[in-house]
T-cell receptor, first 112, second 113 residues
């Protein structure tokens, strides 16, 4: 059973607009969440993270929101740029810190 | 430059022929891990290592072996590859545990025929 779900396989946004990527999880014991970005033919690169004791973390154009009661997090990109076009993976770390459980990814396309 | 290096980048092999995919990091990271990425399944953890000589199974360890004799290297061994191991493989390392920023290699595209 999938513990981290990204239900939207793809998202298309115009340059300058907001991109919102969503992620749901089922295991309430997860206590750390991370977003990775992946371009074709490259490995994933770390984007932003959030601890379960917070509900928001911001880094430049990227903000991650965490709603623990709903077991839901979202990544906001404002403003979106064509260079943001990539696959975005949501990941949750188990409490032991031994594993990252990834979602299936959402492909973001930003058109100019 | 801080990096995780995997070799080879591409490999086509035949069923049953043992192979090793190497992974090396130059950041003195303690934690290293292997993932495979398959269409529609995202990234799944194969094995991880918390430190030298400490390794453990991830979600999909069947058919794989690893070793961690030195801190910088974490090879992935397929003793008898099968077609269902055709996949894109990523090695990752991080300073602390899995809940810290991980650096990924560029990936190894493996095809087993």
């Amino acid at each position: 059973d999938q513990q981290v779900k990204q239900n939207s396989p793809s998202l298309s946004v115009q340059e300058g607009r907001i991109s919102i990527l969503n992620c749901d999880y089922t295991n309430s014991m997860f206590d750390y969440f991370l977003w990775y970005k992946k371009y074709p033919a490259e490995g994933p690169t770390f984007l932003i993270s959030i601890s379960s004791i917070k509900d928001k973390n911001e880094d430049g154009r990227f903000t991650v929101f965490l709603n623990k009661s709903a077991k839901h997090l979202s990544l906001h990109i404002v403003p979106s740029q064509p260079g943001d076009s990539a696959v975005y993976f949501c990941a949750a770390a188990n409490q032991a810190g031994t594993a990252l459980i990834f979602g299936k990814g959402t492909t973001l396309s930003v058109s100019s | 430059e801080a990096q995780v290096t995997q070799n080879p980048r591409y490999l086509i092999t035949v069923t049953g022929k043992k192979l090793t995919v190497t992974c090396s990091q130059n950041m003195n990271h303690e934690y290293m891990s292997w993932y495979r990425q398959d269409p529609g399944l995202g990234l799944r953890q194969i094995y991880y290592s918390m430190n030298v000589e400490v390794t453990d199974k991830g979600d999909v360890p069947e058919g794989y072996k690893v070793s961690r004799k030195e801190k910088r290297n974490f090879p992935l061994i397929l003793e008898s590859p099968s077609p269902n191991q055709t996949s894109l493989y990523f090695c990752a390392s991080s300073l602390g545990r899995a809940n810290t920023e991980a650096f990924f290699g560029q990936g190894t595209r493996l095809t087993v025929v």
